[in-house]
């Protein structure tokens, strides 16, 4: 007989979730969908600090039945607060794949170990090396 895996509240989830790291737009996330973001490196750090871009990812992290999907997207965080899809330079990509896949890391971890729930990719995602 298999397990059934039982979601945990909205509200107990964004406690787990906050407690990763500085990641979690909580104001962006609502029951069974959750935005996180990252800005992995500044684009030009002589700009103000309210004018600066930075290059990084974000992940919208969606509940499908008994688990979670993840659709990472990469991009450039612009002066306006909006996240663009754009390639990353190439003396960007190390530090945000670094930063992502530490990050997901401990999701898959949190997740698993506190809740015994899985995370996939969505077939949306971008793929980080």
């Given amino acids: 007989m298999s397990k059934v895996t039982k979601i945990p509240t909205h509200f107990r989830l964004l406690t787990s979730l906050r407690a990763l790291g500085p990641y979690l737009r909580e104001s962006q996330s609502k029951e069974g969908s959750y935005l996180f973001d990252c800005l992995g490196v500044c684009v030009n750090d002589k700009k103000s600090p309210e004018e600066r871009e930075f290059w990084g990812w974000w992940l919208e992290l969606e509940q ?29 990509v190390a530090d945000v794949n670094r930063i992502q896949n530490s990050f997901h890391q401990s999701l898959l971890t949190m997740l698993k170990n506190e809740y015994e729930i899985d995370v996939v990719l969505h077939d949306e995602s971008v793929e980080f090396v």
């Fill in 64 to 92: 499908q039945d008994n688990q979670f999907a993840a659709r990472y997207r990469i991009g450039k965080y612009n002066s306006l607060g909006e996240w663009v899809d754009e390639a990353l330079p190439k003396k960007a």
